[in-house]
Nanobody
Framework: QVQLVESGGAVVQPGGSLRLTCAAS????????MGWYRQIPGKQRELVAE????????????VSGDSVRGRFTISRNNRENTVTLQMNSLRPEDTAAYYC??????????????WGQGTQVTVSS
């Protein structure tokens, strides 16, 4: 069974930074696009950023993209099977549970997906 384990969530003051890490196991990491989503209670889970198996990145969807672009950076390490989200200039509206997501892109894993259990980020003074 694929495992995605997030870490790095914390309480941070506005303007601060956090680095989230997702460690993946029991999967062929290089076949998956890896992403971060976030969710506020009562609202839909939304894409924050995704990095494809080839390394191309997208930030947010049509609603949230502009709010993180330039502040957050997603990256992946195919040797360590990790994906990180560097978050700078955090705002109170970034407060949410952040989830790691894996989306199969090729071959037998195409269109499969897996979720981590989430890590809480709270931006508050």
């Amino acid at each position: 069974q694929v495992q995605l384990v997030e870490s790095g969530g914390a309480v941070v003051q506005p303007g601060g930074s956090l680095r989230l890490t997702c460690a993946a196991s029991r999967m062929t990491f290089s076949l998956y696009a890896m992403g971060w989503y976030r969710q506020i209670p009562g609202k839909q889970r939304e894409l924050v950023a995704e990095v494809s198996s080839m390394g191309s990145t997208i930030y947010g969807d049509s609603v949230s993209g502009d709010s993180v672009r330039g502040r957050f950076t997603i990256s992946r390490n195919n040797r360590e099977n990790t994906v990180t989200l560097q978050m700078n200039s955090l705002r109170p509206e970034d407060t949410a549970a952040y989830y790691c997501h894996a989306r199969g892109e090729f071959g037998a894993v195409q269109d499969t997906e897996f979720w981590g259990q989430g890590t809480q980020v709270t931006v508050s003074s």
